[in-house]
């Protein structure tokens, strides 16, 4: 079983000499020198891209992401050693791969630009990220011709979070579409969370390994009424991959809005030191007592120390838990048996901090208004090189859009992956030279 899970999906490959790398070596290498992993040094993590050199990006996201996953694994190994030599492979390559490739489908805006992208496809498959980097590792990123850069099926399964595909998934928006972009509410048009139907051949690809009963379980979901369907399951690396996103985001982001001012001491104190005083872990109480005063000390390395204490306190603090048992599940496959997780009261600590920057930070009033900014850009972009592909498009992208055009395909995913590229530097640039009158516009400015 093992071999078919390194299986690539395109068979044959270049032989390099004396390359002696595993296969999620070079899985890690194909994303590293990606364009798409380069973009995320232009791509809106939590405040906005060039705002300022100091705030994180999705680059340094993921670059942080990677880092914890590593620490994850050590600290699985260390407590789980016989179900770590079996499960996990021998260094960190594949986690390390996952954590930093698992950004690369988001578009520029962050998730206001995901809205924008989903609302004008919402009637040809519609848009998500996670989706979309299933995409560009499978099928979009020129390592191959048709193949994408051809990881290796343990990859491509490490970065489904969502195994379902969307038709499967998605409720439709009760809500009338606006009568003009301006007036859309990001709120009622988020997309459900999964795999595009166009690219049904490579999640099925994916999932070959698996038994009838396995796949099925795997692909169920679980429904709430008035929302989006929602997947049950993830494989054992996606689940260390998904805790290492999560740290990341709710403790290392933190720190931007700290440092930037962005949050108040009052707030913080109030809405987090509160409840992590509240829990029922001796330590969390009293670590929590003079958190306050560090993260918002001027002795930055006095921050640095208190950061550093929260995400070691997570990542040692993960379990590695048996969903047959602990969930009644029935899977055969190992790695979908079982999953890193974080336990009742670490999990309760983990979300207090993640509750704390989407209220505080991420709601703010004024990164929502940029977000909608972002936004407005990315549907007018999309409405504009959709009336006009081969006049608008570049040669690469118009080819495709004709091909699929041409082959009845979805032609209206050729331009969703052209925008979805952008970085939010591009977008804006091509936004001003579409839409914005200037004086002796240059020929370079016209042919972004």
Same mark, same amino acid.
């Given at each position: 079983?093992?071999?078919?899970?390194?299986?690539?999906?395109?068979?044959?490959?270049?032989?390099?000499?004396?390359?002696?790398?595993?296969?999620?070596?070079?899985?890690?290498?194909?994303?590293?020198?990606?364009?798409?992993?380069?973009?995320?040094?232009?791509?809106?993590?939590?405040?906005?891209?060039?705002?300022?050199?100091?705030?994180?990006?999705?680059?340094?996201?993921?670059?942080?992401?990677?880092?914890?996953?590593?620490?994850?694994?050590?600290?699985?190994?260390?407590?789980?050693?016989?179900?770590?030599?079996?499960?996990?492979?021998?260094?960190?390559?594949?986690?390390?791969?996952?954590?930093?490739?698992?950004?690369?489908?988001?578009?520029?805006?962050?998730?206001?630009?995901?809205?924008?992208?989903?609302?004008?496809?919402?009637?040809?498959?519609?848009?998500?990220?996670?989706?979309?980097?299933?995409?560009?590792?499978?099928?979009?990123?020129? $390592?191959? +011709? &048709?193949?994408?850069?051809? !990881?290796?099926?343990?990859?491509?399964?490490?970065?489904?979070? #969502?195994? %379902?595909? /969307?038709?499967?998934?998605?409720?439709?928006?009760?809500?009338?579409?606006?009568?003009?972009?301006?007036?859309?509410?990001?709120?009622?048009?988020?997309?459900?969370?999964?795999?595009?139907?166009?690219?049904?051949?490579?999640?099925?690809?994916?999932?070959?390994?698996?038994?009838?009963?396995?796949?099925?379980?795997?692909?169920?979901?679980?429904?709430?009424?008035?929302?989006?369907?929602?997947?049950?399951?993830?494989?054992?690396?996606?689940?260390?991959?998904?805790?290492?996103?999560?740290?990341?985001?709710?403790?290392?982001?933190?720190?931007?809005?700290?440092?930037?001012?962005?949050?108040?001491?009052?707030? $913080?104190? +109030? &809405?987090?030191?509160?409840? !992590?005083?509240?829990?029922?872990?001796?330590?969390?109480?009293? #670590?929590? %007592?003079? /958190?306050?005063?560090?993260?918002?000390?001027?002795?930055?390395?006095?921050?640095?120390?208190?950061?550093?204490?929260?995400?070691?306190?997570?990542?040692?603090?993960?379990?590695?838990?048996?969903?047959?048992?602990?969930?009644?599940?029935?899977?055969?496959?190992?790695?979908?048996?079982?999953?890193?997780?974080?336990?009742?009261?670490?999990?309760?600590?983990?979300?207090?901090?993640?509750?704390?920057?989407?209220?505080?930070?991420?709601?703010?009033?004024?990164?929502?208004?940029?977000?909608?900014?972002?936004?407005?850009?990315?549907?007018?972009?999309?409405?504009?090189?959709?009336?006009?592909?081969?006049?608008?498009?570049?040669?690469?992208?118009?080819?495709?859009?004709?091909?699929?055009?041409?082959?009845?395909?979805?032609?209206?995913?050729?331009?969703?992956?052209?925008?979805?590229?952008?970085?939010?530097?591009?977008?804006?640039?091509?936004?001003?030279?579409?839409?914005?009158?200037?004086?002796?516009?240059?020929?370079?400015?016209?042919?972004?």
């Amino acid at each position: 079983m093992e071999n078919l899970w390194l299986e690539r999906r395109l068979k044959t490959v270049s032989k390099r000499q004396h390359d002696h790398r595993s296969p999620f070596q070079r899985d890690r290498a194909r994303i590293l020198h990606s364009a798409a992993f380069r973009r995320l040094q232009s791509k809106t993590q939590v405040m906005g891209s060039g705002q300022s050199d100091f705030y994180r990006t999705r680059l340094t996201h993921s670059l942080e992401a990677a880092q914890i996953g590593s620490g994850i694994v050590a600290q699985l190994k260390s407590k789980y050693p016989q179900q770590c030599a079996e499960l996990l492979p021998t260094d960190d390559t594949l986690i390390e791969a996952l954590c930093l490739a698992h950004d690369i489908g988001h578009p520029p805006f962050g998730h206001g630009g995901e809205v924008a992208l989903h609302y004008m496809m919402r009637h040809h498959g519609g848009f998500e990220g996670n989706g979309q980097t299933l995409r560009i590792v499978a099928k979009l990123e020129p $390592f191959s +011709e &048709q193949n994408g850069m051809n !990881l290796s099926r343990r990859t491509l399964l490490g970065l489904l979070k #969502y195994p %379902q595909t /969307l038709d499967q998934l998605n409720q439709p928006s009760e809500e009338r579409p606006p009568s003009n972009f301006r007036q859309l509410k990001a709120q009622d048009w988020h997309p459900a969370k999964g795999i595009y139907l166009d690219d049904a051949d490579v999640l099925n690809w994916v999932l070959q390994p698996l038994s009838l009963q396995d796949k099925t379980e795997f692909q169920q979901v679980k429904s709430k009424n008035g929302c989006h369907h929602k997947t049950r399951y993830k494989s054992l690396d996606c689940s260390i991959m998904e805790l290492a996103d999560d740290i990341a985001y709710g403790i290392h982001d933190l720190e931007d809005a700290i440092v930037t001012g962005v949050v108040s001491r009052n707030d $913080f104190e +109030e &809405q987090v030191i509160a409840k !992590l005083i509240a829990t029922d872990d001796a330590w969390v109480q009293e #670590y929590a %007592q003079p /958190l306050a005063q560090l993260l918002f000390s001027e002795q930055h390395h006095k921050q640095k120390d208190a950061i550093g204490g929260l995400v070691n306190y997570l990542i040692t603090a993960i379990e590695l838990q048996d969903l047959n048992q602990l969930l009644n599940t029935n899977f055969g496959e190992p790695l979908l048996q079982f999953n890193a997780r974080l336990p009742k009261v670490a999990a309760k600590v983990l979300q207090i901090f993640k509750d704390f920057v989407f209220n505080f930070v991420i709601k703010q009033t004024s990164i929502q208004r940029i977000e909608y900014r972002g936004q407005q850009i990315v549907m007018e972009l999309f409405e504009a090189l959709a009336s006009d592909p081969m006049r608008l498009l570049p040669s690469n992208s118009a080819k495709r859009w004709q091909y699929a055009k041409d082959n009845g395909l979805n032609h209206h995913r050729v331009i969703a992956d052209y925008v979805a590229g952008m970085t939010d530097d591009y977008a804006t640039k091509l936004y001003k030279t579409l839409f914005l009158p200037s004086v002796g516009a240059s020929f370079r400015e016209a042919n972004l």
